[in-house]
């Protein structure tokens, strides 16, 4: 065999990773889907709703940008949004933790100002002054009236107060909501969240899981209705 041959009957690891590695994960991503679609097509038959689960923190302006949105597009479709709450989230030992924090407030107002929403903070806010929430939160069944009250506290956390994070000014919200007064020191339901998000892939918050696909729920919105349309859950007219 000639060289020039031999040449061309190697491979270059660029070629070999274009030729061998990108068309098995193509493969294995349709089937994937494939399995989605059928599984979606199963829940229908048995009368049971899609589900979006949405990991997200009370601390986080992009979070409450997400569930505000998502809250919307879900509506009107035979669709479960879980609210999964998280304090604990990133990646570990991040030196520019804080910078990101920052950073969030100044996209969350980006993002809510194409929804004609304004951030009524302009600092971050500490995730323990919200556990309490999410402890709330995830103590309590899945439902319209626990997302309805997630709505609201986010609402009233970002975009109508800049003070200080009182459980008092929350009670209210919750009674509304849930007809009950909230569940307290409730960190199991919390840690499982945390857990549950890791397992599914994401690191940080906003995140949805969507039978199969997870997305970053603050920049993808459209995206996740477009998955849902996809899997046969689609608004009604």
């Known amino acids: 065999m000639s060289e020039a041959r031999a040449s061309r009957g190697r491979l270059s690891p660029a070629d070999a990773l274009a030729r061998r590695v990108i068309p098995r994960a193509v493969v294995a991503l349709s089937q994937l889907d494939g399995a989605a679609r059928l599984g979606a097509a199963a829940r229908r038959r ?46 570990a030992g991040d030196p520019a933790v804080e910078l990101k924090r920052s950073y969030a407030v100044a996209d969350a107002r ?3 100002a ?9 600092v971050p806010i500490a995730p323990g002054a919200t556990a309490f929430l999410a402890e709330w939160t995830a103590s309590a069944p899945p439902g319209p009236a626990l997302v309805s009250f997630c709505v609201q506290a986010l609402e009233r956390l970002w975009l109508r107060t800049g003070g200080p994070v009182v459980p008092a000014d929350y009670a209210p919200l919750w009674r509304a909501a849930l007809g009950d007064r909230p569940a307290t020191a409730a960190t199991r339901g919390v840690r499982r969240n945390e857990r549950r998000m890791r397992r599914r892939g994401p690191y940080d918050t906003p995140a949805a899981w969507v039978h199969g696909q997870w ?23």
Do not use: K, M, N
């Open 110 to 112: 980006r993002l809510a």
């Open 46 to 91: 048995l009368h049971r709703p899609g589900r979006v689960e949405l990991y997200f923190a009370f601390d986080d302006p992009c979070s409450a940008v997400a569930v505000i949105d998502l809250a919307g597009r879900v509506a009107g479709r035979d669709v479960a949004l879980l609210p999964r709450p998280v304090v604990r989230r990133g990646i």
């Open 215 to 237: 997305f970053f729920a603050h920049d993808r919105p459209a995206q996740i209705a477009h998955r849902l349309d996809q899997l046969g859950w689609t608004a009604a007219s």
């Open 114 to 122: 194409r929804s004609g929403l304004a951030l009524s903070r302009d």
